[in-house]
């Protein structure tokens, strides 16, 4: 309701992949939302936003936060004095320490396509001054992506987010690939493999093209949606070498181009083919409306990876969002918010449930501003 009441316009209530339909997709996705909402209003408010200056300590005094060390965009150090002060840095999915502590997560086949540069700054600051935390975090892993392109790509979904064939590194299939339906357990299924190629072939290319896909990704490419950008992006990636997408004339040499065995790789191409033919998967039951021979050059092979979007905990905090110390007593004036706290998820992103990351977000960053305005006239 807060947001209806600035005047926040949803385009739709939708559900990527198998979930159910809670995902509220903002009218021109998050992107308007700052811009054309949250940024005008808080401004309206007197806010005063500072941009290019990265929080780097917390000031403390009696035990109590008295202000923040910044430094500007020209490399000068910036004292800000406050009451209160609130941590939302949107997690660490790019600082390696924090991942290897927090996480249990093998990182080679995962992209941070949604945070990047995220390097838990904010979850740093917050220890050195007696913050805890719960001991893990998780990772957001929804679906498969190619390296370097966005999810409103129609190369990145016809890659990663279709139920075409799938290979590993040795040339085999592994897995039902329409589990990509259910964005979470094809993350955790690509995870399993050291590489998963796609591979696809000129038909199923040109029906992508001109008859649409049949998943996309979410609400940024729907499904049915006519993968028409495809060829140009293709193209454009070819001319630019790009390490992870592969053509060849024949199966034989794009077995060469991949590294893959041979032998193993033209058997599963065949074996596929003819569960194709025949309308029926004996090794892993994927539905037969899937089933498209790859068959016809030139052929095409795509490395994908798991998508992850943010990592999830990392400040352990109470109702109101002020950080705890390891006796579970809150630093008085200070609270965290988003990405960066703890306690909002169990051991696994809950996509069936989808659009939980914005709510957590938006709530806890509301829920910590109203008790840091309440705190603030108590001292």
């Not at 997709?25 to 408010?45: N, Q, S, T, W």
């Not at 300590?57 to 209160?84: F, P, Q, S, Y």
């Not at 950008?229 to 060469?256: G, H, I, S, W, Y």
């Not at 990592?311 to 950080?323: A, D, T, W």
Request: glycine share 10%; hydrophobic share 40%; net charge negative.
């Amino acid at each position: 309701q807060w947001l209806l009441d600035m005047g926040v316009k949803f385009a739709m209530v939708s559900s990527p992949g198998a979930g159910e339909k809670t995902w509220h997709v903002y009218d021109g996705f998050g992107d308007a939302l700052f811009d054309e909402y949250l940024l005008p209003k808080a401004e309206e408010l007197g806010v005063e936003l500072l941009v290019n200056t990265p929080g780097k300590e917390l000031i403390m005094e009696n035990g109590r936060v008295v202000g923040v060390k910044a430094t500007t965009a020209d490399n000068k150090e910036l004292v800000i004095n406050t009451k209160a002060a609130i941590i939302a840095t949107g997690g660490f999915s790019d600082d390696p320490e924090l991942v290897a502590e927090l996480t249990t997560d093998d990182m080679s086949q995962v992209v941070n396509g949604g945070t990047p540069g995220h390097t838990g700054d904010g979850i740093k600051m917050a220890r050195a001054v007696g913050a805890a935390s719960n001991g893990w975090a998780i990772f957001s892993k929804i679906g498969l992506t190619l390296e370097k392109y966005s999810v409103h790509s129609h190369i990145n979904s016809a890659a990663a987010m279709e139920p075409s064939l799938w290979v590993n590194k040795f040339g085999e299939r592994y897995v039902n690939e329409d589990v990509i339906f259910h964005y979470t357990r094809a993350a955790n299924a690509v995870g399993t493999q050291p590489t998963t190629y796609s591979v696809i072939d000129s038909n199923l290319l040109n029906k992508m093209v001109n008859e649409g896909c049949y998943n996309g990704f979410g609400a940024y490419v729907l499904p049915g949606t006519k993968l028409v950008d495809l060829p140009a992006e293709l193209e454009k990636a070819l001319e630019r070498k790009d390490v992870n997408v592969f053509k060849a004339d024949t199966l034989e040499e794009l077995a060469d181009k991949l590294g893959v065995d041979k032998d193993t790789f033209l058997a599963t191409i065949d074996r596929y083919n003819e569960f194709c033919a025949n309308g029926e998967d004996m090794d892993y039951s994927k539905e037969s409306k899937y089933l498209n021979e790859v068959k016809t050059g030139p052929f095409y092979a795509f490395h994908i990876k798991v998508l992850n979007l943010n990592s999830m905990g990392g400040i352990r905090v109470n109702i109101k969002n002020e950080v705890l110390d390891e006796e579970y007593q809150p630093i008085q004036g200070l609270y965290a918010a988003g990405m960066d706290c703890d306690g909002y998820t169990g051991d696994t992103y809950g996509l069936n449930i989808p659009g939980s990351c914005q709510g957590i977000s938006l709530f806890t960053g509301r829920n910590s501003a109203i008790h840091a305005v309440e705190y603030t006239k108590t001292i």
